[in-house]
């Protein structure tokens, strides 16, 4: 994991990068945990090289539930609602560092799976939301290329960017996913 470098970061970034794993307290990338032994849902990438390359071919209190499980016989599929940079009291977190609030995301959606015995490994569908995709997107894709790669997501979920208005002027980003594993775990 070496080969991964950042750009300076702040402090928030790196304690959330740290207390999901992904990095020590200088930064160093440390090694993914272990791909699940569980039985994963099949999944395979679409392709036609006809007309669209992999994508790394390119450059680079509110009334909700914050997921929901649902059985379909052999397959449980779970539905997690958009899911930002707040912690457990229902703040926001990281106001203005983007980078960090996207860290914070992705521990709070890696959460959620834990809870339900799922990982990024059975997530097929993410859809992500930016506050100002002009302005982001770039360090979006960095902190997600190198969390998913960091995971060895492969094939890597189907994925949507969106700009939009967040539900809190201070949020910069928001990923719903969708996860599919066997039944019973």
């Known amino acids: 994991m070496s080969e991964l470098v950042f750009p300076p970061m702040s402090q928030a970034e790196l304690d959330e990068m740290m207390r999901i794993g992904f990095a020590d307290r200088s930064g160093q990338v440390l090694a993914p945990p272990p791909k699940p032994s569980l039985p994963l849902v099949e999944r395979k990438a679409m392709t036609n090289p006809n007309v669209l390359n992999e994508a790394y071919h390119y450059a680079r209190p509110s009334s909700f539930s914050r997921g929901l ?69 770039k360090d979006f894709n960095e902190v997600r290329t190198a969390f998913f790669t960091w995971l060895g997501l492969n094939p890597l979920p189907a994925s949507t960017g969106i700009q939009a208005r967040l539900c809190r002027e201070e949020l910069l980003v928001e990923i719903e996913a969708i996860a599919m594993l066997p039944n019973g775990r």
């Open 69 to 137: 499980r649902v059985d379909l016989g052999a397959v449980s599929m779970l539905l997690i609602s958009g899911t930002a940079s707040i912690d457990e009291n229902g703040r926001s977190l990281y106001v203005g560092d983007f980078r960090a609030q996207l860290w914070r995301t992705y521990r709070n959606i890696s959460e959620l799976l834990h809870a339900e015995g799922a990982t990024w490994h059975d997530v097929v569908r993410t859809s992500c939301y930016l506050r100002d995709i002009e302005r982001d997107y």
